[in-house]
Each structure stands twice: as C-alpha cells, then as structure tokens.
C-alpha cells in the first residue's frame, strides 16, 4: 500500500503542468491561472425572456396592475391541457365619446391568447362624469383585479371595482378547444356586486376573511361630500357591506390588512390638505388615529 501511493504521487510530480485537467470552479486549474468560463454578470446577460407581449398592439393596461391566477376549474368543453397560469388586467377601448373598460383574461403561455373579456362600462366617477383624460394621463386607473373563490363553490372568481364605485365579482365561465389550444373568448359567468357610492381611481383591493370566507376591503374619495373619503368593506359571497369607515381627507391610501388570529385591523393613510394621518380601522365603528406628520 506504501508503495503504491509511492507511485502515484511521483507520477502527479513528473507531469508537466500542461497536461492537468482543467479545473474550472477554482479558476480554470490547479494553481488558479485561469478563469471560469462564465463570469460575466451583468444586467443585460441576466435580462428575462420576453414569451408574448401585448404592447405592441392596440391594447393597454389601465389597471394599476395585474394578477395572476389559476382559472382551470372554470373551463369547459374540450380536456384541458395546458400547463400554465391566467393573466388578469383591465384594458379601455374608446366607444363613442366614451373611454371603456374592460376586465380581461389570457392565457400566461404564448402566444397569450384571450380567455375571457367582460365589459365594466364607461370610465366615469360616481356623478358620471368622464374620467378620461386622468386615465389617459395614468393619474387614474382601476384597481388590481382580487382573485379568489368568493363564494365558495370551488371556481376562481374575480372582484374588480370600476371608477365609479361598483364591486363587481364575477365567477367567468370559459370554454375551451383542444386542438387549436383555443378559448371562446366570450363574457359568460355569474355576477354580483355593491354599489359603494364612492369613486375608486388611486386604490388596490385588499382580501381578508371576516367571517369565514374571502371578503374585500377597498378605499376610495366621496365626491358628493366636500374633503372626505372612506373604507369599504363587503362580504365577498353576497356582495353585501359589512362595515363603511369614514374620515375627513382629499386622498385616501390602499388598505392593508393585519390579521391576528380571528381579528382584522385595516390600516389607511389619508391626506387632508395639509396632513398626512394614519388609521387603524377595526369594525367600521372603531379606529385610531396613529400617526400625524405635517
């Protein structure tokens, strides 16, 4: 045994050092001469693959963001096959001398083929009047789409609320073909939803769970009552209210939420001319003003 680690090791001295394997996590050999292979990391090697891009058409995003959900339970017709997830935005078309919404959702695999468009009416506020040149401008958009089961059936649902201060849900009902990996594209499916009697334009949608379900929280500024917004929120099954918080402000933040075991505390910020406030809502009934900075 002495011998022959003897032998090894006066083989691996009389190599010459061009024939040593090339080591290339310490650096190309050995003796660290070299360099790996694959060192270059900068942004523009690291840059995500674009798989489709809607951009380039006519049609633009004009919700403050989009959600990304599983809509499989929801699809009929042919066995489907596909192994991906569903995109949720709004898009607006002009209609007239109206600018229009509309709730959409696509395929997440290329080439982003639509599921399922439903149409939210005109972009307006709460005293129909147009809001077309604020969201032309982004100072306005529509809220994220919420996705959950609402109702508890089992199928995805989505809660969108326009400008105008309608929660709609709806439970979208979508057919599909196998052998062209297509989609109707129709509007079918259940609806329900809540008249707020505010207008919704620089607010996300939170979901939480205040008596069992999937319920929903959102903010928005009341128009009809000078310098005062307000905090919603609806049982996500029936569309009910369950609770509407007031305060005084010019602008309002999206509700965040904190759970803690079977209590819900909504946290706001809100604007009041000169001021910016921070409540903690809990009930509807009950909050507290935590913070003032001027």
Known sequence: MVRTRALLLALILILPAGVQAEWVMFGGDANHTGVAELTERTIQKREPTVSWDRGSSSEEVYSWGTSIGNFTPNIDGDVYDRNVLHIVYVTAEQDGDWLRGYL??????????????????????????????????????????????????????????????????????????????????????DRWLHETGITIVRSNPAITSFNGGNDLVISGINEDEENEVAVVAVDGSTGDELWKFEADGNEISSPAVFEDGSSRKIFVSVYDNTQLEVYAIQGGSGFRKLAKAQ
């Open 104 to 189: 959409v959702i696509r395929d997440g695999g290329s080439p982003g083929k639509l599921m399922w468009k439903r149409d939210l009416g005109n972009i307006k506020n709460q005293n129909n009047q147009s809001l077309e040149t604020e969201f032309e401008s982004f100072e306005a958009a529509y809220g994220t789409p919420a996705i959950a089961d609402f109702d508890g059936d089992g199928l995805m649902d989505i809660a969108v609320a326009t400008p105008h201060g309608i929660i709609n849900f709806f439970e979208p009902e979508i057919e599909y073909t196998s052998s062209s990996e297509s989609y109707d594209g129709g509007n079918d499916g």
